[in-house]
């Protein structure tokens, strides 16, 4: 008979101590519910993953992002060379030259959007100003021909002449006189006509 009972009461003990559990390395009890509006503060106040502008290694996949009132605009630093303007570029003998195409959609109501200047600056302070295609392919022409009007440049003058107008989708050229960016960048300013206040372009993720 004791040899039943003996492993029946080592049974019984052992699914009581499972049952039990031991206070000492039980779980925790549950901390108190979230405050769901601290939790969202928290959540914004999050630093981004985004890289930042001056995390650009690779200045030739720069996509850069700006909103001037309502109206959204894209800077690609630097843009591929527009072949009609390179020729002309190469037959005035102008330097070398880099290029930033700037898309902005302007909504309908709202006023043409002419830019001044797009402005980069480097980690070390360096800043490199591209401005508006006309302004600089007259400038070619003036110095290259004395002043004297030449079609062709004044035909280019009038493709690339105009600014962001309302309720449609366009494309500015700017055109800077240096050979080429720097590698890595730490701001891309972008400068409207007319005294509107300049605007930073941030990077985009997929740069």
Not at 13 to 41: D, R
Not at 78 to 96: F, K, N, W
Not at 101 to 106: A, C, G, S
Not at 175 to 200: D, H, K, N
Request: some cysteine; aromatic content about 2%.
């Amino acid at each position: 008979m004791k040899k039943n009972v003996l492993p029946s009461t080592l049974l019984l003990l052992l699914a009581l101590s499972g049952c039990g559990g031991n206070p000492a390395t039980g779980p925790e009890p549950a901390g108190p519910t979230p405050n769901p509006a601290e939790t969202a503060s928290e959540q914004a106040a999050a630093p981004s993953d985004a890289p930042s502008v001056e995390g650009l290694a690779d200045a030739n996949s720069g996509s850069f992002a700006f909103l001037v009132d309502q109206a959204k605009g894209d800077v690609v630093l630097p843009a591929e060379e527009p072949a009609d303007v390179e020729a002309l570029r190469a037959e005035l003998g102008g330097d070398a030259a880099t290029y930033a195409l700037v898309t902005v959609q302007n909504p309908e109501g709202g006023l043409t959007l002419d830019l001044d200047t797009v402005t980069v600056s480097t980690p070390e302070g360096q800043e490199l100003e591209l401005r508006p295609a006309a302004a600089v392919i007259e400038e070619w022409g003036a110095a290259a021909n004395g002043g004297e009007a030449d079609p062709d440049v004044v035909g280019l003058v009038e493709e690339y002449s105009g600014g962001a107008l309302p309720g449609e989708t366009s494309e500015l050229l700017m055109i800077g006189l240096f050979p080429e960016l720097p590698g890595t960048l730490r701001t891309v300013m972008v400068q409207p006509s007319g005294g509107v206040e300049a605007v930073e372009a941030t990077v985009r993720p997929e740069s």
